[in-house]
C-alpha cells in the first residue's frame, strides 16, 4: 500500500512562505504523478500542483501560478509544494496524493478523482 505523510503546514501571514513535503512511494509500474490539493472545510479538494515523478511535466492552478512551485528530490522520494506570496484564501487543508497511468499523460492532471492514494493532510492558515 502506497503511503503519503506531508509536513510543512503551519501559520503565516499574508505576503509570507512556506514550504509543504510530501514523502510517498512510487508505484512499480507506470507513470507516477503526485498533486498537491486543498480543502477548504467540507468543500470539494481544488487542484493546486501536480508533478510527473521522475519527468518534467508540472501543472498549476491559474490562483496559484506564478506563487506555487512543485519540485521532487527523486533520491528521498519527496515532493515539495513552495508557496510564496501567501494569501488569506489560500488558507486550507492540504492534501499531496499520487497515482498511476499507464503511459504518460498529456500534462499533471490535477483532476481529484484521477488520484489513488492520500495523504492526511497539512494546514496552512494565512492571516491578513
Known amino acids: 500500500q502506497v503511503q503519503l505523510v506531508e509536513s510543512g503546514g503551519g501559520s503565516v501571514q499574508a505576503g509570507g512562505s512556506l514550504r509543504l513535503s510530501c514523502v510517498f512511494s512510487?508505484?512499480?509500474?507506470?507513470?507516477?504523478?503526485l498533486g498537491w490539493f486543498r480543502q477548504v472545510g467540507r468543500e470539494g479538494r481544488e487542484g493546486v500542483a501536480a508533478i510527473w515523478i521522475g519527468g518534467v511535466d508540472t501543472s498549476y492552478a491559474d490562483s496559484v501560478k506564478g506563487r506555487f512551485t512543485i519540485s521532487e528530490d527523486d533520491n528521498k522520494n519527496t515532493v515539495f509544494l513552495q508557496m510564496n506570496s501567501l494569501k488569506p484564501e489560500d488558507t486550507a487543508m492540504y492534501f499531496c496524493?499520487?497515482?498511476?497511468?499507464?503511459?504518460?499523460?498529456?500534462?499533471?492532471?490535477?483532476?481529484?478523482?484521477?488520484?489513488?492514494?492520500w495523504g492526511q493532510g497539512t494546514q496552512v492558515t494565512v492571516s491578513s
Open positions: 496524493a499520487t497515482t498511476s497511468s499507464p503511459y504518460r499523460l498529456s500534462e499533471a492532471p490535477l483532476f481529484e478523482n484521477l488520484y489513488i492514494d
Open positions: 512510487k508505484y512499480t509500474t507506470g507513470y507516477t504523478y
